[in-house]
């Protein structure tokens, strides 16, 4: 019997996200990324998983879009699947397999997917950390000069 490490789903969003956010250069882009990830858990509870691979074509001008969203299909698949190779989540591949599952297998793998786009949403707010402007950074330490004198 194989051991359940709870750890194991977040190790490997967070390996991915952040091989992502290291292979995108210009930081601009990393907000876009950011909103992606965050915002994958209410695409799926919302629309299911089955549009949520439909989108992957449509976000074709949306790069950091597209990256998110392929970097979650590829994690979800190492997951599940973590002996198939390739991995059957990935590409239009993906949808073939989603299409093909079984409506216990689909709602199973539903709800993989929403675990694993809660992992998205809490690695997103650690790895794209909101930037703060040095008009902040100078505010509060006039505050805190402020207070202590």
């Not at 876009?32 to 949520?52: D, H, P």
């Not at 993906?94 to 409506?103: D, F, P, Q, V, W």
Request: with cysteine; net charge positive.
């Amino acid at each position: 019997m194989a051991n359940y490490d709870p750890r194991k789903n977040s190790i490997k969003v967070y390996q991915n996200l952040k091989a992502v956010k290291e292979s995108t250069q210009q930081t601009e882009h990393h907000d876009e990324q950011k909103s992606q990830a965050v915002e994958l858990y209410t695409y799926i509870a919302t629309w299911g998983l089955m549009r949520l691979k439909g989108e992957d074509p449509a976000l074709v001008n949306q790069i950091q879009k597209q990256k998110i969203l392929r970097c979650f299909f590829q994690t979800l698949g190492e997951l599940v699947y973590p002996n198939t190779q390739p991995n059957p989540l990935v590409g239009m591949e993906g949808m073939r397999k989603i299409i093909g599952l079984s409506a216990s297998e689909y709602l199973g793998l539903t709800g993989v997917a929403l675990q694993v786009a809660r992992e998205f949403s809490f690695w997103a707010e650690a790895l794209y950390p909101k930037q703060r402007s040095n008009n902040n950074v100078n505010q509060t330490t006039n505050q805190v000069t402020t207070v202590n004198s």
